[in-house]
């Protein structure tokens, strides 16, 4: 009596049995390498596949499966044994997973597909593979209730008619007497495409595409829609899917499409868990602060991206595509050639806020009469003002990208937005209201894409248009800028101590970590770690390193509360805390090379640097250049009050105090 007549007969009669407690089962089998002369090629990616497979499935918090059994490079005789064995040992209230990465052969009709294995022979498969129908009929006497296949090789997506390959979208009727009740059959490709691998520029793994998506779905809890905590197959394979057909195209520039077929399932197969910490606070009771006090605070979290890279150290508000230099002449960066510029001093008549540069012009935000001005670097001659409509809370670098201006406002009766000027002639592009929040973070970019957050989400927005591709809760009322990897990635700090890792194209979570040490700062990638500083209430920060891919801590420091974005220059972190003090810290010993005080409260971020100074700003009137090495004071430059955000061009650094906007020597600061 086959499993459907046994459970049917015991429903009817109301018996109900007895049997040990449900278990999730897998069998995950790879076969990388082949014999000689076999007419297959060896591949890279299934044992990899199968080693990272089993790590999401066998974790307690995430597949929890109970038993997970692994085949590598098996025989055919090994391969048909195993396949038989699991499928037949499993119990009626049981859920099996089988897996298979590898070669197969797909003809066109159902009883000529077949699985390699190790010593299969291309030519001879009928006697060397391992069948489609033996496994369907595997299939068919397997008691378990649930039955999940999952195929990662060439064309497997004829596997649902019977043809076993490396990929799947649904193609045709299936036949239900091919497959017993609830099964699952999960293909990398439709029955024409290849299915692909590729070595992981995190990992320097080779993995394919397919798999990788399944395993970063669990992993992360991307796969989880609904956020409900589960993973089920359906949520799996709609993530997978869209995650193999956007990685195909950018690595490949080809086309793969996974398919999902389903024969006589009822409901939904769970495959993982993905605990949902306790829900925060509504982000709605944030109310943004308005006090004078809040100005320095705000204007610090709101500072400008920093990217380091082969050693030189780049501006995201400088340069378009994530901090690679590129576009106008002059745009300021640390490797741009001296040009003996004069420096100048100018009576703007209005408090200049923070400044950056573009070509041979300086942009920056007027905090008294709410506008934004573009100014001559050689002459400090102002090109044009744009008035905000009294938008006040404004505390931001602008953004300078392809000949636009990016400035996050705020009006508190329409509530946060993103402005975008024409950098020429200082006339709007397009405003585009995102939230009743205050939007205070600068802007940035990276990926093609402008990215920007207020107290309680992060936006995505179309530079050309400010259309929004996507928004992502992040809550707390925090302001630190999300920043992009331009590499599909966009990490941004959460109000409750968390930090995200968001896919650029949808915004969903690649992961989500908590720190201990306050609320996050803007984060800094360089030397393949993310750095990100916090500050808490009380005074104290931390300083973390992050290994992107995983987001695991790789180490942290203790220290004030650490008020604008790390600076990392060779084998330092330069930090500045809410006192004004500045610190070098080893990333190798995790301990201060030195420690200096800077001046007052240090309102000033550290965004201007050069080879082998730091130009620091605070609210003692100084603007200070600083030894990368030693930490000893070289200059400093008195302004009128506060020191504005200074910004770096040619060899001059430019900063706003008070009413004068001042252009000095960044060698003798003259």
């Not at 999401?56 to 997970?68: K, M, N, R, W, Y």
């Not at 497997?156 to 009727?173: I, N, P, Y």
């Not at 982000?283 to 920093?306: D, E, G, M, Q, Y």
Request: include cysteine.
């Amino acid at each position: 009596m086959d499993r459907r007549a046994l459970d049917s007969g015991r429903r009817r009669r109301g018996i109900i049995a007895v049997h040990r407690r449900p278990t999730k089962r897998a069998l995950l089998i790879g076969v990388a390498d082949y014999e000689n002369d076999s007419g297959f090629s060896p591949l890279k990616a299934p044992l990899n596949d199968v080693h990272l497979l089993r790590e999401v499935l066998e974790d307690p918090e995430l597949g929890a499966f109970h038993s997970v059994s692994v085949l590598m490079n098996p025989s055919q005789r090994e391969l048909s044994f195993e396949i038989a064995n699991f499928l037949e040992s499993a119990e009626l209230d049981d859920t099996v997973l089988l897996y298979f990465s590898g070669h197969g052969k797909f003809p066109q009709r159902a009883d000529q597909a077949y699985l390699a294995a190790r010593d299969t022979w291309q030519k001879l498969m009928n006697g060397t593979g391992v069948s489609a129908s033996f496994v369907r009929h595997q299939l068919e006497q397997c008691l378990a209730r649930a039955r999940v296949v999952i195929l990662d090789c060439c064309s497997s997506g004829k596997f649902a008619r019977g043809m076993l390959s490396k990929s799947g979208t649904v193609e045709h009727d299936v036949s239900r007497e091919h497959f017993g009740e609830g099964t699952w059959v999960l293909s990398a490709g439709t029955g024409v495409e290849e299915a692909y691998e590729y070595r992981d520029s995190e990992t320097g793994l080779h993995v394919s595409h397919f798999t990788k998506g399944i395993i970063e779905g669990i992993r992360t809890g991307q796969a989880d829609r609904d956020q409900d905590g589960r993973v089920s197959v359906k949520d799996l394979y709609d993530f997978a899917r869209a995650w193999t057909r956007k990685e195909v195209r950018k690595t490949k520039k080809k086309k793969q499409m996974p398919t999902l077929t389903q024969v006589e399932t009822v409901g939904d197969v769970i495959i993982s868990n993905f605990p949902r910490p306790a829900r925060s606070p509504n982000p709605h009771s944030f109310t943004p602060a308005k006090k004078k006090n809040s100005v320095a605070r705000r204007a610090i979290l709101a500072c400008s991206a920093i990217v380091a890279t082969s050693g030189s150290v780049f501006f995201l508000a400088d340069f378009p595509s994530g901090g690679q230099p590129g576009g106008d002449e002059g745009n300021g960066s640390p490797s741009a050639s001296p040009r003996n510029e004069k420096s100048w001093v100018q009576n703007t008549g209005t408090s200049v806020g923070a400044c950056a540069t573009r070509g041979n012009e300086v942009y920056c935000i007027d905090l008294s009469s709410d506008k934004v001005y573009a100014f001559g670097a050689k002459t400090g001659k102002e090109l044009w003002g744009y008035d905000l409509h009294r938008r006040a809370a404004i505390y931001a670098v602008p953004l300078i990208v392809n000949g636009t201006v990016y400035i996050p406002v705020y009006d508190s009766d329409t509530g946060g937005g993103l402005l975008a000027i024409n950098a020429k002639s200082g006339s709007k592009r397009w405003f585009r209201e995102l939230g009743k929040y205050d939007v205070s973070a600068t802007a940035t970019f990276s990926d093609d894409k402008v990215f920007v957050s207020d107290a309680a989400d992060a936006y995505a927005l179309n530079p050309a248009t400010g259309e929004v591709a996507w928004k992502r809760p992040i809550g707390g009322g925090n302001n630190a800028s999300p920043v992009g990897d331009n590499g599909g990635s966009v990490y941004v700090g959460g109000g409750y101590g968390d930090i995200y890792r968001l896919d650029v194209e949808d915004g969903s979570v690649v992961w989500k970590k908590k720190v201990d040490g306050g609320t996050p700062g803007q984060a800094v990638i360089a030397n393949g770690e993310i750095y990100i500083g916090t500050e808490t209430p009380q005074g104290s920060g931390k300083l973390y390193a992050f290994e992107p891919f995983e987001g695991e801590i790789k180490w942290s420091y203790a220290t004030g509360a650490i008020i604008s974005p790390p600076v990392v220059m060779g084998d330092l972190v330069y930090l500045q805390t809410e006192t004004g003090r500045l610190e070098a810290v080893n990333r190798e010993t995790h301990r201060p090379k030195w420690v200096r005080q800077v001046g007052g409260g240090g309102i000033g971020p550290l965004l201007a640097f050069s080879e082998d100074s730091l130009y620091v700003g605070g609210d003692d009137g100084f603007l200070r250049s600083i030894d990368f090495q030693s930490g000893t004071e070289k200059w400093s430059h008195a302004g009128n009050e506060s020191v504005g955000i200074p910004t770096l061009w040619r060899d001059q650094v430019i900063f706003g105090s008070e009413g004068t906007l001042y252009s000095v020597d960044a060698k003798t600061g003259k």
